[in-house]
């Protein structure tokens, strides 16, 4: 009976790592092909050329789901391998037998929690959160930024066999510059009974993210906080969202409760922008009046060069959205841009050759891998400001 279970064990790790070759070859060759049609495709039009990114981006993914699968596979050496952890087992009193080997992660149980309390950052700080009914209000777009380590400490190009050795002191080629690997992020503003916190999802745990703004009321399990962030969370590999069937049998589309009563950090207009600190990350809230879909020089990247007014009928500096494309922003429109960060104001200074910030310590927003668009423009509350 032993032998017939580890033989079915080899079995079906033989079908795993079947198909786990299967997913390499059908990855690479849309990857070769890609390759092939990328310099024809430079030439077209952007819509071609989205279509290429597209591409791109399912081939990253594939990539992604191999290299979680074979992570996830256990495939024991050799049938005295098992037999030699059956009987550690044995010795051990059976406290370990018929126990799989799960990792830290798998332990850890989501504490339920609201975004109000998450925001406020005064109680203790959980491993793994869960949050329920919230409502998903807007998702960035996907940006890309030097790679840290998954954000987890790894991979931090740190080296035990630092300078021991013939190869002392060998660490790249001579004349080649390194280039930092990168890896893609997304966005996604998540609220809660009036409350809105951002969560970015890094690297393979994109594939968590739903392709399309889910409706309706949902539950999003296995978010990490961290110590200091109080306003951002992030996604995990194992991480959930939930569709919650029966608050989604309203009638009509679910209004969120926006707070609109006072100007804030989360509700705010271009001249409370000004008492911001700089470096700071606010929600703009505006009405387009004018916007032009350009792409920039050398890369080719789309963005939209926005004109508005903001809550106070005031017109404000031009917002350039990067990576938003012809049909994101449109004229006549109420938006609120989420994740815009605070900066310094700056002119074109001719005898130092440089953008130099204005006198007058004015400010303006940027874009950031942050910075997402909702639109607004059904909700009452905020269109009478307008």
Known sequence: MQELVVNRKFAEAADIQKEIDQLRAECEATVSSVAALEPGLRALSLKEGRTLQLIKSAAHYARSEIAAAEKKQETPKTASAIQSQQKANASDGGKGAGKPSLGKESSIVAKTMCIADLKKGTGPIHSLVKIENVQVLCYGKISTLPKKGNHKGRDKGKSKDKGKGKDKGKGKEPGKPQVAEREEVRVVYIGQEGHIICTAAFGTTLINVPTTVPQGLVDIEYLRPKPGQGGLLYWEDNSQVQIRLANND???????????????????????????????????????????????????????????????????????????????????????????????DTYWNTEQCKYVPRDDGTKKVECTWRTALEDVTHVDNIKRYF
């Open 250 to 344: 309203a009638p009509g589309p679910l209004l969120f409760p926006y707070d609109t009563e006072a100007v804030t950090q989360e509700f705010a207009t271009w001249a409370y922008m000004q008492e911001c600190n700089l470096g700071q990350f606010i929600d703009l809230v505006f009405s387009v009046l004018n916007v032009e879909d350009k792409w920039a020089e050398g890369t080719g990247d789309p963005y939209a060069l926005v004109y508005g007014v903001d809550m106070n009928r005031m017109p404000m500096n031009a917002l350039y959205l990067w990576r938003f494309e012809e049909g994101d922003v449109e004229q006549g429109h109420i938006y609120i841009a989420r994740g815009l960060k605070v900066a310094s």
